[in-house]
């Protein structure tokens, strides 16, 4: 079956605290993409990458910064938490384009 | 330049009676159109697509959409409500290289016995 792995479920740092996510996918999908979830506001697109070592902007990249070294895995990088990057990360893969999403179970990061 | 708006972020019908969630989406490109949901603490689920062939798609669980580029609308609608529907409900939209996928802020549709 197929699977996206969140490392974490629920993390709480300090302001200021460089915070990494992970997220590894065992399908060997092109696509891998970061979002955020906050109530009323859907899902936001932080970054996506297309292929190893390629990244791209989405709406909301600010503050984040991604890795991708080896296909099955995608990092999002809080260079230095703030209290409005609380929120539900969701990571997300697919074989290509314009297939469907596989989405992980999200990490629930706070920050104080 | 895409986006995405749902008309309504929370709709209730009883159960039985028709759903219909409203999408409507902008894309300098031919979109990719697609629904997911949201279940209470569980992971997004893909309801159906549509990617430039039949402009009425038929998904999973009853659910259909269909796209009218004249209106720019991608509506959701199922024709009886069964208490299980009840969750958050996402329109998305791909527009550029099929790769940048905007999300619309969700509607949250309640069923009511």
């Known amino acids: 079956d197929v699977k996206v792995t969140q490392s974490s479920r629920y993390l709480v740092k300090r302001t200021g605290e460089k915070v990494f996510l992970e997220c590894v996918q065992d399908?060997?999908?092109?696509?891998m993409f970061w979002y955020r979830q906050d109530p009323g506001l859907g899902l936001r697109l932080i970054y996506f990458s297309y292929d190893v070592k390629m990244k791209e902007k989405g709406d909301i990249p600010e503050g984040y910064s991604v890795s991708r070294e080896k296909k099955e895995r995608f990092s999002l990088i809080l260079e230095s938490a703030s209290t409005n990057q609380t929120s539900m990360y969701l990571c997300?893969?697919?074989?290509?384009?314009?297939?469907?999403?596989?989405f992980g179970s999200g990490t629930q990061l706070s920050v104080l | 330049a895409q986006s995405v708006t749902q008309l309504d972020s929370h709709v209730s019908v009883s159960e039985g009676t028709p759903v219909l969630l409203r999408c409507n989406y902008s894309s300098s490109y031919s979109p990719s159109l697609f629904w997911y949901v949201q279940h209470p603490n569980k992971g997004l689920q893909l309801l159906l697509k549509y990617t430039s062939a039949a402009t009425l798609v038929k998904g999973i669980n009853g659910f259909e959409a269909e796209f009218k580029k004249s209106e720019t609308s991608f509506h959701l609608t199922k024709p009886s409500a069964h208490m299980s529907d009840a969750a958050e409900y996402f329109c998305v939209v791909s527009g550029w290289a099929g790769n940048m996928l905007t999300f619309g802020g969700g509607t949250r549709l309640m069923v009511k016995p």
């Open positions: 997300a893969s697919r074989p290509g384009q314009n297939e469907k999403l596989f």
């Open positions: 399908m060997d999908h092109e696509n």
